[in-house]
T-cell receptor, first 112, second 112 residues
Framework: QKEVEQNSGPLSVPEGAIASLNCTYS??????FFWYRQYSGKSPELIMF????GDKEDGRFTAQLNKASQYVSLLIRDSQPSDSATYLC????????????FGQGTTLQVKP | DTGVSQNPRHKITKRGQNVTFRCDPI?????LYWYRQTLGQGPEFLTY????????KSRLLSDRFSAERPKGSFSTLEIQRTEQGDSAMYLC??????????FGPGTRLLVL
């Protein structure tokens, strides 16, 4: 079992819709959870981080964390074609190294 | 530009040659990380430094790989006797202690 799992997609949504991206992780001691966006040929760009159970909102983005079920999700409201990218879920494991364990990413396509 | 910088951005080399990459982190970030990313996969952790000390190395980091951060500022990653399987994007990220990581633009390596 991979430490962090994501559906590779592609996930296709129409412009203006809500895109829902999911991620599960295996280490119950995982401490911090991150969503990065990566455009083709570019490096990952931080979108959001979440540490505590519940929801965290930032503009059109909402991160949701459920530690009991070991999943974290990212909702993108009013999706735009410019949101088309690969979304990487990453976690830091127990301990304090800070190293990120990434999922393989979900490709999102927002169609005009 | 106060972000993470990496040089070179692209490197093409022949199998068996040595290559060296440089990463300049965000000023005053004491943690520096190296990751490797192949097509269709999320970044994989290679190693990290806290100040000048290399505190963890992944099993992915074979004896052909060496990293340094001699003065706790910039870092270099050297690959000796390159193999075609080393072709990947090499990403550097930096963070303050316990904070989120910010990635540089990456160095894309192609081994012929």
């Amino acid at each position: 079992q991979k430490e962090v799992e994501q559906n590779s997609g592609p996930l296709s949504v129409p412009e203006g819709a809500i895109a829902s991206l999911n991620c599960t992780y295996s280490d119950r001691g995982s401490q911090s959870f991150f969503w990065y966006r990566q455009y083709s040929g570019k490096s990952p760009e931080l979108i959001m981080f979440i540490y505590s159970n519940g929801d965290k909102e930032d503009g059109r983005f909402t991160a949701q964390l459920n530690k009991a079920s070991q999943y974290v999700s990212l909702l993108i409201r009013d999706s735009q074609p410019s949101d088309s990218a690969t979304y990487l879920c990453a976690v830091t494991l127990s301990g304090n190294t800070g190293k990120l364990i990434f999922g393989q990413g979900t490709t999102l396509q927002v169609k005009p | 530009d106060t972000g993470v910088s990496q040089n070179p951005r692209h490197k093409i080399t022949k199998r068996g040659q040595n290559v060296t990459f440089r990463c300049d982190p965000i000023s005053e970030h004491n943690r520096l990380y190296w990751y490797r990313q192949t097509l269709g996969q999320g970044p994989e952790f290679l190693t990290y430094f806290q100040n000048e000390a290399q505190l963890e190395k992944s099993r992915l980091l074979s004896d052909r790989f060496s990293a340094e951060r001699p003065k706790g500022s910039f870092s270099t990653l050297e690959i000796q006797r390159t193999e075609q399987g080393d072709s990947a994007m090499y990403l550097c990220a930096s963070s303050a202690l316990g904070e989120t990581q910010y990635f540089g633009p990456g160095t894309r390596l192609l081994v012929l």
